[in-house]
């Protein structure tokens, strides 16, 4: 069920599947941020709303409605 942007998530790897669920996965957010892995500590550009490290695969995700603010973006695992 789509719970607009009043959803909360426990985990980045619901994050991800509620992304892939409603389509939003590849699409190019807003306004990219620059995030640093919490695996292998590579600062790279996250330009859509589920990202993947180029260094080591770690996924990660942030849905639309809260793609204002970096802190928002959660790890999902490795190539979930």
Same mark, same amino acid.
């Given at each position: 069920?789509? !719970?607009?942007?009043?959803?909360? %998530?426990? #985990?980045? $790897?619901? /994050? /991800?599947? $509620?992304?892939?669920?409603?389509? %939003?996965? #590849?699409? %190019?957010?807003?306004? =990219? %941020?620059?995030?640093? +892995?919490? $695996? +292998? #500590?590579? @600062?790279?550009?996250?330009? @859509?709303?589920? @990202? $993947?490290? =180029?260094?080591?695969?770690? /996924?990660?995700?942030? @849905? ?5 603010? =970096?802190? #928002? /973006?959660?790890?999902?695992? !490795? !190539?979930?």
């Amino acid at each position: 069920m789509h !719970d607009g942007c009043m959803g909360s %998530f426990e #985990n980045g $790897k619901q /994050v /991800v599947m $509620k992304l892939r669920m409603m389509g %939003f996965s #590849n699409q %190019f957010m807003p306004m =990219p %941020f620059e995030i640093t +892995c919490e $695996k +292998c #500590n590579h @600062t790279f550009l996250m330009e @859509t709303f589920e @990202t $993947k490290c =180029p260094e080591c695969g770690m /996924v990660y995700g942030v @849905t639309p409605c809260h793609a204002f603010d =970096p802190s #928002n /973006v959660m790890a999902a695992g !490795d !190539d979930i």
